[in-house]
């Protein structure tokens, strides 16, 4: 587990070296957390471990492997609350697989949704099995990937967000929006927020508004979908 990174000055931020590491910041602010980096101890050790991360996950399960668990998932048929009940019978797995999530709809494994047809897929890899977490969003160790259903609107960012800061999951188009992704990093709870509308949305600045504001910064007239995200007992 990494250091619990607060410390002097914003820089000091697990997710903040994530999103160093992931390349996401530029100018001023990629030549700060160098030289932040260059003299803090903890965040060194969260670079260390955040890079061992990314190496065991990639060397055990490549995210295209993952991505075609997930495209298999969704393509099976869904199982009966019932059926599915007889086959989660041991605590440590239960604690895992949390259940499927619902909809507004009431059909299982709909996910979290809009008030439109939209919704958002949370899916994390376990051993061999790819499962669906519910939308209490406890979920294990292992690599996840988030995943727009039924968008309803032109254009999408997924962010992934740790109290004041947040990091750029997926920016694009919002048909078959999908993002793989490593939470790493000491928080016990996170937020995933998908903003999607019919207009451009700039990443970075949909990012920043928030990073400071939450939801209630997103562009006007945006739809924003939140799950959050939260470390399963082990």
Not at 6 to 23: D, I, K, N, T, Y
Not at 59 to 71: H, I, K, L, S, T
Not at 92 to 114: K, M, N, P, Q, Y
């Amino acid at each position: 587990m990494i250091a619990d990174l607060g410390g002097p000055g914003p820089a000091c931020s697990a997710l903040r070296v994530r999103r160093f590491v992931a390349g996401e910041l530029s100018g001023v602010e990629r030549e700060r957390m160098q030289a932040h980096l260059e003299g803090c101890a903890r965040c060194q050790e969260a670079l260390r471990e955040i890079e061992a991360e990314k190496a065991r996950v990639l060397r055990d399960v490549p995210f295209e492997r993952f991505a075609a668990g997930v495209a298999e998932k969704l393509a099976a048929p869904v199982v009966p609350r019932r059926a599915w009940r007889k086959f989660v019978p041991i605590a440590a797995a239960a604690a895992l697989l949390i259940g499927i999530g619902i909809g507004r709809s009431g059909r299982e494994g709909d996910g979290v949704r809009t008030k439109g047809g939209t919704s958002t897929r949370l899916y994390q890899k376990v051993g061999a099995e790819v499962i669906a977490v519910g939308p209490d969003g406890v979920v294990g160790t292992g690599p996840l990937q988030l995943e727009l259903a039924s968008p309803d609107r032109a254009q999408a960012v997924l962010l992934l967000v740790e109290g004041n800061d947040a990091s750029v999951l997926y920016a694009g188009p919002s048909q078959a929006a999908r993002a793989p992704f490593e939470w790493v990093g000491p928080a016990s709870s996170a937020t995933l927020v998908t903003v999607l509308s019919d207009q451009p949305l700039d990443a970075e600045s949909v990012r920043r508004a928030v990073a400071e504001h939450g939801t209630a910064g997103v562009p006007e007239g945006s739809e924003v979908i939140a799950r959050p995200l939260v470390r399963g007992k082990r």
